[in-house]
Nanobody, 122 residues
Framework: QVQLVESGGGLVQPGGSLRLSCAASGSISSINAMGWYRQVPGKQREMVAGITDGHSTIYADSVKGRFTISRDNAKNTVYLQMNSLKPEDTAVYYC????????????????WGQGTLVTVSS
């Protein structure tokens, strides 16, 4: 069974930085795309950044120039480097993986992590 395990959330002051990590556990053959979403209570989950297995990236306008998504295909891990954090970046951040194929041939259309809380506050 494949799981996405996130780490790196926490409390940071405005202007600070955090790095989120998300590793896919299990024997993975391929993952088409990985990404990060975030959700604030009472609001819809929104896409923050995404990256394909070919390292093409996409960002929400609100984080362009401040956040950087990267990926280590060998480790089946995706990262989100968040700089110049603002209070409005406060949210639960969720890792996402699309079209996951395991070494045994099982496939998953989409997987989600459990979420990690990022709080930006002085």
């Amino acid at each position: 069974q494949v799981q996405l395990v996130e780490s790196g959330g926490g409390l940071v002051q405005p202007g600070g930085s955090l790095r989120l990590s998300c590793a896919a556990s299990g024997s993975i053959s391929s993952i088409n795309a990985m990404g990060w979403y975030r959700q604030v209570p009472g609001k819809q989950r929104e896409m923050v950044a995404g990256i394909t297995d070919g390292h093409s990236t996409i960002y929400a306008d609100s984080v362009k120039g401040r956040f950087t998504i990267s990926r280590d295909n060998a480790k089946n891990t995706v990262y989100l480097q968040m700089n110049s954090l603002k209070p409005e970046d406060t949210a639960v951040y969720y890792c996402n993986a699309v079209r996951v194929v395991t070494a045994t041939g099982d496939s998953y259309l989409e997987l989600w992590g459990q979420g990690t809380l990022v709080t930006v506050s002085s």
